[in-house]
Structures are given as structure tokens and as C-alpha cells.
């Protein structure tokens, strides 16, 4: 038995040794660097990022129209015959007579301008709209994101704390284990109490194995959502004290729909489409645009001499196009833009009914948490005021062993639910702060 309590803490020894070698050779992170981290290494938020870039340059190719266009053209050719045309003669009898030079080439230059055009002028309207939605888009990724490091942060936080009242268990349990040996030794007790000792010692070496094994995903978990090297060590960080703090919510505090980043969504949605239907309206004005050619034409007999001289020719003049009639299929798209429009009213509506069931929930679900962790946590501080009460009793010959492992095993339990109840108010606070939209 000597052997066994030996091993034993040899075994925490080495534990504690591992842990230690593990947190020395991490990244320390509490949780706003973990989330800002997140901001700067998730490759889905990144990308979210890189949609602005896209749709501003997206923006800037629709505005391209506006400006001047500007091309050139360049042919060279060669008559194996040249073309014939009737001609009369002087007695008006049509004569076959070839008109042209064998080798002609031709450089152009051309030039278009836009003065009124509907697809330029609604790119022109939306630009700033579809800047935003991209903007918006991205935000919203980014309060998902926030959301997510924070619960796996919480989670693995929770596991850290499981770990170490299973730790403190283990010890407690090893030190009583100990005793009750040297008590059967003594002859105090009968072998009852040290196997007592050795089953409840086995069951907490389990547990805790176990919560060491499953920590291990949760900090996997953790790395994928940070965009954190998964073959790096990572070690999380926190004060019990601030994280106390961190679960107080204003439960006073209204609704402001403007807050939520998918009602900003959806207005901006509605002004596109207000924009839309406007362009469909536009539908029944003419196009006008401005235009201007520049040709260089060379002509000449032999190929050799065909670049020695140019006969250039120009104009300019303006274009103008108007659609008649088109089957009334302009009237069909300003009435379908109209109903989208109304049908957003609609979008509004549900909208605010979801945010407001998702926040009645998210509030309900915090306060009950909330009631759950103050009750956990008086038992706690009730749990580790009996243990202490009954472990002094024991060594006074008051109080049996088994009492002691009873009381044992409600502190371990007791403190287990508080960090349990800890972490759900923590989540649900992540839901309350999400509903009313104060991550940003």
C-alpha cells in the first residue's frame, strides 16, 4: 500500500510538471486577444474583408463608363481583285470599271462618350449602397466571429477550471488516503475506510484524465476559430475576478432594431432596391452619347509604298436611342420593382418580431442562468465550510471517514456545477449582447 500512495504522487508530481512545461511553452491569450487575433488571422473573416476590396473595384468598373472610351483600330489587307462597279460611259452605256488599289491599310481611332445612360446612372446612385452591403456583410461575419472565439474561449476556460478542482480533488483524496492507511495501520479503523479511500481516489484520477483528454478538442476547437496554427501550443488566460464581472447584463434595457446589424442589412437592401425600381422608370428615356472618329487611310499600288502617304478623314456626332415599344415589358419591371419593394415592408416585419423572440429568449434564458449561478455559487462556499468543518471533526475522532468522503465529493461537485453555471451565464450573456446588438 506504501508502494501504491508512493506512486501516487509521483504521478501528480509529473502531472503537474507537464502542465507547467506545456503552459511555459505556449502563447499566453485572455480573451480580447484571442478575439483580436481572430480578426487578424481567420481566413473566412479575411475574406469577408477582401469582399469590400471586390466590390469597390466592382463599383469602379460600372463607373468606367462615364469616362471617355477610347479605342483604336488597325487593318491591312490585300486585293487579289479589285472590286468593279458599273459605270456609265459618255454615250451612258454602263462600262465594268475597277475602283481602288490593290494594298490598302487602315489606322483608326475612335472615341465614345457618355452623356445619359440608365446603367451608368445607377451605378452612379448605388456606388455608396454597395460599398456599405459589403461593409455590412463583413460586419456581420465579424459579430459571428466574436460570438464564437468567445464561447470556445469560455469553454475551454471552463475545462482549465474543471481540471484543477479535479486536480485539488485528487490531492485532497491522495492526503486522505494517506491517513486512512496509517489510521488501519494503527489499528483505528478497519480496511473499510482506505478502500473507500482508493475508489474515490480511482474515480477522480478518472475524471480527471478524462477532462484532460477533452480539453485537447476544445482548444482545437479554439485554434480553428481563431485561425491559429493548429500544430502551435496555445494557453489561455483569466481573472476569476473579471470574469465575475463580465456576466453582469442590463436586463432594463430596450430594443433598438438600429443596432442589429441585419436591420441595417435590409435598409440598405431597400435602397438598392427604391434604386432599381427607379432604373426600370428610367427605362422610358432615351440613351445619349457623343462620338468621334479619327481614320488614316493608305492606299498605293505597290505594297512597298503603300505607308507613303495618308489620306486621313474625321466627324464627330452625337447618338440618341429611344425604345418605342417593347411589348409592354417596361411596365411589367417597374410594377415587379414596385412589388419587391412593398414585399420589403414585409422583410421589416419579420424582422423585428425575430429580434424580438430572440431577445425575450436570450434575456429569459440569462436570468435563469444567472438565479442558477448565484445558487451555485452559496453552495459552493457552503460545501467548502462543511468539508473543512467535517475533515477537522474527523482528525478530532468526531466524524467517520465516510463523512469525509461525502463531503468531499459534494465540494468537488459543488464546485464543478460553478464553474458549469459560471460558463452558461457567460454564453447566454453572448446571446443577450448579440440580440440587442452591442457587438459590433
Not at 491569450?29 to 469582399?51: S, V
Not at 483524496?173 to 491517513?179: E, F, M
Not at 483528454?213 to 476544445?218: E, L, R, T, V
Not at 438598392?272 to 488614316?296: D, E, H
Request: proline share 2%; glycine share 4%.
Amino acid at each position: 500500500m506504501k508502494k501504491e500512495t508512493g506512486l501516487l504522487w509521483v504521478f501528480l508530481f509529473i502531472s503537474v510538471l507537464r502542465i507547467n512545461a506545456q503552459t511555459a511553452d505556449s502563447t499566453r491569450f485572455d480573451l480580447d486577444e484571442c478575439i483580436q487575433y481572430a480578426l487578424k488571422h481567420q481566413p473566412a473573416y479575411k475574406q469577408a474583408n477582401m469582399d469590400i476590396d471586390i466590390a469597390n473595384e466592382q463599383v469602379k468598373v460600372a463607373l468606367a463608363d462615364w469616362l471617355p472610351q477610347v479605342n483604336m483600330n488597325y487593318n491591312l489587307q490585300h486585293y487579289t481583285q479589285l472590286p468593279v462597279s458599273l459605270v456609265p460611259d459618255a454615250n451612258g452605256v454602263k462600262q465594268p470599271v475597277k475602283f481602288g488599289a490593290p494594298n490598302t491599310s487602315t489606322l483608326g481611332f475612335s472615341l465614345n462618350q457618355s452623356i445619359f445612360n440608365r446603367d451608368v446612372l445607377l451605378a452612379s446612385r448605388t456606388k455608396n449602397d454597395i460599398r456599405t452591403q459589403a461593409r455590412q456583410s463583413a460586419t456581420s461575419y465579424k459579430i459571428d466571429l466574436v460570438a464564437n472565439v468567445s464561447r470556445a474561449y469560455y469553454d475551454v476556460l471552463l475545462s482549465q477550471k474543471r481540471i484543477e478542482v479535479l486536480v485539488a480533488d485528487t490531492e485532497r483524496l491522495a492526503k486522505s488516503l494517506k491517513d486512512a492507511y496509517s489510521q488501519f495501520n494503527a489499528g483505528l479503523t478497519d480496511k473499510t475506510d482506505y478502500k473507500r479511500a482508493i475508489i474515490s481516489l480511482n474515480n477522480s484520477k478518472a475524471e480527471l484524465f478524462s477532462s484532460r483528454q477533452g480539453i485537447k478538442a476544445k482548444y482545437e476547437y479554439l485554434k480553428q476559430q481563431m485561425g491559429y496554427d493548429s500544430t502551435a501550443a496555445i494557453a489561455i488566460q483569466a481573472d476569476k475576478s473579471r470574469l465575475e464581472e463580465k456576466i453582469q447584463v442590463d436586463t432594463s434595457a430596450g430594443i433598438n432594431y438600429e443596432n442589429r446589424i441585419e436591420y441595417q442589412f435590409l435598409k440598405t437592401r431597400q435602397r438598392l432596391q427604391t434604386a432599381n425600381l427607379k432604373y426600370y422608370k428610367w427605362g422610358f428615356l432615351p440613351s445619349v452619347g457623343a462620338f468621334g472618329n479619327y481614320n488614316l487611310v493608305y492606299q498605293n499600288d505597290q505594297f512597298a509604298k503603300l505607308y507613303s502617304a495618308d489620306y486621313p478623314n474625321s466627324l464627330f456626332g452625337l447618338t440618341l436611342s429611344l425604345p418605342l415599344f417593347q411589348g409592354t415589358k417596361r411596365i411589367h419591371q417597374v410594377r415587379q420593382a414596385e412589388l419587391e419593394l412593398k414585399r420589403m415592408d414585409w422583410d421589416f416585419l419579420a424582422l423585428k418580431t425575430s429580434i424580438n423572440t430572440e431577445y425575450s429568449t436570450a434575456l429569459a434564458v440569462y436570468r435563469a442562468n444567472m438565479n442558477n449561478y448565484l445558487v451555485l455559487k452559496e453552495n459552493m462556499d457552503l460545501a467548502n465550510d462543511v468539508y473543512n468543518i467535517i475533515d477537522l471533526q474527523y482528525k478530532e475522532g468526531i466524524k467517520t471517514y465516510l463523512e469525509v468522503i461525502v463531503a468531499q465529493s459534494d465540494l468537488r461537485t459543488a464546485q464543478l456545477n460553478y464553474f458549469n453555471a459560471l460558463f452558461e451565464v457567460l454564453s447566454s450573456k453572448i446571446d443577450v449582447d448579440k440580440a440587442l446588438g452591442l457587438i459590433q
